[in-house]
């Protein structure tokens, strides 16, 4: 009997180790392809505001060239809502695994591709087509890598940590965005304009290839998550998840799409519009804009697991909310400063804009997660998420740049980011905080 019960223990222990091994791996690989995935996707949108304009557009002026760089890039934007559906019907159907394996290969390949493509004084009109298309491709790849790499940590770890777990996936924004820009960083810094321009660029698109090596050794070695191995054991798995979703939960895609409003669109006016408006406005380097932006990023770090953490003790709306209105009242000073300011102030304000969207992003990913039941949640969650790239981040440089050249001021944008302010509060007054709530019961998601 003693034995027996010898034997029992040891395989209740041996479940938890296998367990708590599975919880860091998933946390690891959550990060590790997210920053994979967000490394390519970053380095595009820095060649988009510091390279694209001239080697796709030259014939164009300087604003069009710029507009025309910057649709490029909304684009991928445009896609992302693609991705979540065909992936979140992958994701909710046949798991989270396998799907996120798919998005990662294609990232990869289509970013070396990118690496590789002539000029339009090479090859003409084809390669602004071309550039789009992979653009495209990167586009659907994020749009189904987000929530899986969400999943992947929220359902494997502890439920009373899963602010702190799903903001695993959110570190890889900042670290992509580290290891992208700080690659294009480095090579302006070590090369002249003119081979910046014609080659050194495309070393960090090509490195991709390895990276997605590493990724994907290190998602192979993950099980499927507990909560969607439970979905499928008890036959809750949808025959037509995204329909599904769309269907009985169409609010809180609104409502997640619309809380993204103040986080993604000042996101990418404080790390891909600065680059352009600060160099033309003051004439200051490349390398200068780019290393205010790789250190506020690098803070993001510690910030965003901080929030994020901090969400699972207090909530997540509570936290959210504070993070959307130091954004709001964030906006004039911010371009009043790069209006008007040094280089010092310049280099603080970039660092600050990024604590107020740390406040936001590390909470996000739980937060619009446990909106939806298991069995839905992937494309659930995804189509959420996505569709404010559509609306809020894709067009966010393209209408800055607009907004600027017609009015004059950069305090048009900032009246913009207020308006991204007041749209997120009011979604998130209105979406249900489920912190501390059951997320593996399929019937406290019934109406």
């Known amino acids: 009997m003693v034995l027996g019960r010898n034997e029992a223990n040891k395989v209740i222990d041996s ?49 069009a060239g710029a507009m025309q760089s910057f649709a490029t890039y909304a684009v991928g934007f445009a896609a992302r809502p693609v ?28 970013s070396a591709l990118v690496g590789v493509l002539p000029g339009a004084s090479a090859i003409g009109i084809a390669a602004p087509v071309i550039l789009v298309v992979l653009r495209l491709v990167q586009g659907i790849a ?168 901090l969400s699972d003790r207090v909530g997540r709306k509570r936290v959210y909310l504070a993070g959307a209105v130091f954004t709001g009242v964030l906006a004039f000073p911010y371009f009043a400063v790069l209006k008007d300011g040094g280089m010092v102030a310049i280099f603080l304000i970039v660092i600050v804009s990024m604590i107020a969207h740390a406040m936001q992003y590390g909470p996000q990913a739980a937060f619009i997660g446990e909106s939806f039941p298991t069995h839905l949640r992937y494309g659930g969650a995804g189509l959420g998420y996505q569709l404010a790239s559509v609306f809020a981040g894709g067009p966010a440089p393209l209408l800055a740049t607009w907004l600027l050249h017609v009015t004059g001021t950069p305090f048009s944008i900032s009246a913009y980011i207020v308006f991204s302010v007041v749209v997120t509060v009011l979604c998130a007054v209105f979406i249900t905080d489920r912190s501390r709530a059951d997320i593996s019961d399929h019937a406290s998601y019934a109406r």
């Open 15 to 63: 479940q938890a180790t296998e367990r708590r091994t599975q919880v860091r791996r998933a946390a690891v690989a959550s990060a590790i392809g997210t920053t994979i995935e967000w490394y390519d996707f970053f380095l595009y949108n820095t060649a988009a505001a510091l390279i694209f304009p001239q080697l796709f557009f030259p014939a164009s002026s300087s604003y």
């Open 83 to 110: 991705g979540a559906a065909i992936f979140g019907y992958w994701g909710d159907r046949i798991g989270r695994k396998v799907t996120l394996i798919v998005t990662l290969l294609m990232m990869g390949l289509a």
């Open 142 to 309: 994020i749009g189904g890598e987000w929530s899986g790499s969400v999943l992947l940590a929220m359902e494997w770890g502890d439920q009373r940590k899963r602010g702190l777990l799903g903001s695993f996936a959110q570190i890889g924004v900042p670290v992509g965005l580290v290891l992208g820009t700080g690659g294009m960083t480095l090579l302006s810094a070590l090369l002249s304009d003119q081979a910046f321009t014609s080659w050194g660029w495309r070393i960090p698109f090509l490195l991709s290839f390895v990276l997605v090596g590493v990724g994907l050794v290190i998602r192979l070695r993950i099980l499927e998550t507990p909560m969607f191995a439970s979905a499928v054991a008890k036959q809750q798995i949808s025959r037509s998840p995204v329909t599904d979703a769309i269907k009985h939960h169409w609010r809180e895609i609104l409502l997640s799409a619309g809380l993204r409003f103040s986080e993604q669109m000042p996101f990418y006016l404080f790390t891909s519009y600065v680059l352009i408006y600060v160099v033309a406005e003051h004439h200051y380097s490349k390398t200068f804009v780019l290393n205010a932006v790789l250190v506020a990023a690098a803070l993001e770090l510690f910030t965003i697991p901080f929030f994020s953490q």
